[in-house]
C-alpha cells in the first residue's frame, strides 16, 4: 500500500478550495504541478493514485463552485425590487407627494419613504431566505415564493398610488406604508399548505389583483376594492388556493366594513374565520 505524499495532498487541496480564486486555473497548470512533484522513478507508481484523485477533486470542486453560484445569486434578491423600488421611482413619488403642497407633505414622504426602505430590506432578506432554502430542498413548497409576490405587487400598487398622489392618498400614506403586512410572514406559508390546482401564472395573476384591491381599499378608495374584491373571489375558489383565497376573504371582510355595509361584513369575515381555522 502506498502513502500519499504531502504535495499530492496540497494539489488536491487547492483543487477544492472553496473560492474559485484560490483554484487551479485549469487542468495544464495542474499538470505542471504534477510534474514538478513527481520523481522520474515515482511517475508510474503514483499515477494510478493521482488520477482519481484529481478526477474526484475535479468532480467535488465543480459541484461546490455550482453552489457557490447558487447561493451567491440568492444574495441578489434586493435586485428583484427594481422598476418597483429603486431611484427612479422613488423620486417620482418624492416630488408626487410634495407637489400637494399639504403642510407636512414633506415629512410625511420622509416618514413614508423610511418605511418603505425598511420594508423593503426585510423582504429582500426573506426572499434570500426562501431562495437558500429551495437549494437545500427543491421539493419545498412554493407557496412563500408566490406570497413575497404578492408583497411585492402590493409595494408596486402603494408607489403606483404615491406617484400619482392627491391629497387623500397624502394624508394616508404613512399608515399604509406602515401596515405592509410582513414579508417574513410569507416564510409560514410554506408549512403544511395544499398545491393550487390551477396554473403558477394564473395564481401569481390573481395575487397581483389581490394586491393591488388590498392598497387600493386601504387608500380609501372602497368602491373599487369592492368591485375589484367581489370579481376576484369566484375566480380564487375556481383555482384552489387557499392562501390565497383566505386572504381575499379577510379584505373583502374590511371593504365591506369600511363601506359600513355591516350585515354583509358580519357574513364576510365569519366565512374568513371559519376558512383560516379550517386551512
Known sequence: RHTVPGWLIQIVRRGLATKPDDRWPDMA?????????????????????AAPIIALAALVGGQRYARARAVAACE????????????????TARR?????????????????????????????????????????DPSSSDAPILCLERRRAELDA?????????RSIARTAVAIASGLRSPDRCLLEGVASRPATASVEKNRALGRTLARAKIVRQAGRIDDALATLE?????????????????????????????????????????????????
Open 76 to 91: 441578489q434578491t434586493r435586485e428583484q425590487l427594481s422598476g418597483v423600488w429603486d431611484a427612479g421611482r422613488r423620486e
Open 158 to 166: 402603494l408607489i403606483d398610488l404615491l406617484a400619482d398622489a392627491g
Open 231 to 279: 370579481s376576484l373571489l369566484p375566480q380564487l375558489e375556481e383555482i384552489g388556493d387557499p392562501n390565497l383565497t383566505t386572504e381575499a376573504q379577510y379584505e373583502y371582510g374590511r371593504a365591506l366594513i369600511d363601506a359600513a355595509r355591516r350585515d354583509e361584513a358580519e357574513t364576510a369575515m365569519r366565512g374568513w374565520f371559519e376558512r383560516w381555522m379550517a386551512d
Open 29 to 49: 497548470a495542474i499538470v505542471i504541478a504534477l510534474e514538478r512533484g513527481l520523481k522520474r522513478r515515482q511517475r508510474l507508481m503514483l499515477a494510478g493514485v
Open 96 to 136: 408626487a407627494v410634495v407637489a400637494t403642497d399639504l403642510p407636512y407633505a414633506d415629512a410625511s414622504w420622509q416618514t413614508t419613504a423610511a418605511a418603505i426602505d425598511s420594508y423593503a430590506d426585510a423582504w429582500a432578506e426573506t426572499r434570500r431566505r426562501v431562495c437558500v432554502g429551495k437549494l437545500d
